[in-house]
């Protein structure tokens, strides 16, 4: 099994910045791609963010310019990516959930694609 476990949310004016980081644990063999969801009331999840093994990034409209993701320098070894956010706005306001797609270290390489419990992040006007 794969566990994820985020950090990092909290209360923030408008404008204001917080830093969210999501570290990947259990059996792992590789991870593809590691990403940032989010669910705000009433509303569906979407993709935030997401970065690739090879680097690339993928960032929906709405944060480009204001959200960052990266991963830790040593991802084969910790498995860690974060997503700075700055210019926070009150519409940003959700539970930010993380997500790591890859292969298990098992004899049979079953791939998984495991979610975090959620991390709230509240943005106020």
């Known amino acids: 099994q794969v566990q994820l476990v985020e950090s990092g949310g909290g209360l923030v004016q408008a404008g204001g910045s917080l830093r969210l980081s999501c570290a990947a644990s259990?059996?792992?063999?590789?991870?593809?791609?590691m990403g940032w969801y989010r669910q705000a009331p009433g509303k569906q999840r979407e993709l935030v963010a997401k970065?690739?093994?090879?680097?690339?990034?993928?960032?929906?409209d709405s944060v480009k310019g204001r959200f960052t993701i990266s991963r830790d320098d040593n991802w084969s070894q910790k498995n860690t990516v974060y997503l700075q956010m700055n210019s926070l706005k009150p519409e940003d306001t959700a539970v930010y959930y993380c997500?790591?797609?890859?292969?298990?270290?098992?004899?049979?390489?079953?791939?998984?694609?495991?979610w975090g419990q959620g991390t709230q992040v509240t943005v106020s006007s």
């Open positions: 259990g059996s792992i063999f590789s991870i593809n791609v």
């Open positions: 997500t790591a797609v890859g292969l298990s270290s098992n004899l049979y390489r079953t791939p998984f694609d495991s």
């Open positions: 970065i690739s093994s090879d680097g690339s990034t993928n960032y929906r």
